[in-house]
Nanobody, 120 residues
Framework: QVQLLESGGGLVQPGGSLRLSCAAS????????MSWYREAPGKERVRVAR????????NYADSVKGRFTISRDNAKNTLYLQMNSLKPEDTAVYYC?????????????WGQGTQVTVSS
């Protein structure tokens, strides 16, 4: 079955960096576009970044452009989110997202989330 397992969250000071990872299994990772979302307390879950299946194209929310980088290693079935120059407003639970497609029986999948807290 499809599994998405995030890791790498934690507590970091403003201006610091973190790298999130999402280990994927149970589907053809190399054929699937992937995204990172985040959900801050009291707010809706929003997409942060998206990457195409072979990583040739990425796009970002305006709030993270120039600070976050999404990437993937198809040989390791792993998605990454490098987060630099972190701000308190980046505090949220971050989720790995697999959109529905041929390799998922046309169902969306979410990871369990990893908490990122930016605070001094």
């Amino acid at each position: 079955q499809v599994q998405l397992l995030e890791s790498g969250g934690g507590l970091v000071q403003p201006g610091g960096s973190l790298r999130l990872s999402c280990a994927a299994s149970g589907f053809t990772f190399s054929s699937s576009p992937m995204s990172w979302y985040r959900e801050a307390p009291g707010k809706e879950r929003v997409r942060v970044a998206r990457i195409t299946s072979i990583g040739g194209s990425t796009n970002y929310a305006d709030s993270v452009k120039g600070r976050f980088t999404i990437s993937r290693d198809n040989a390791k079935n792993t998605l990454y989110l490098q987060m630099n120059s972190l701000k308190p407003e980046d505090t949220a639970v971050y989720y790995c997202f697999l959109p529905k497609g041929p390799s998922t029986n046309w169902r969306d999948y979410w990871g369990q989330g990893t908490q990122v807290t930016v605070s001094s």
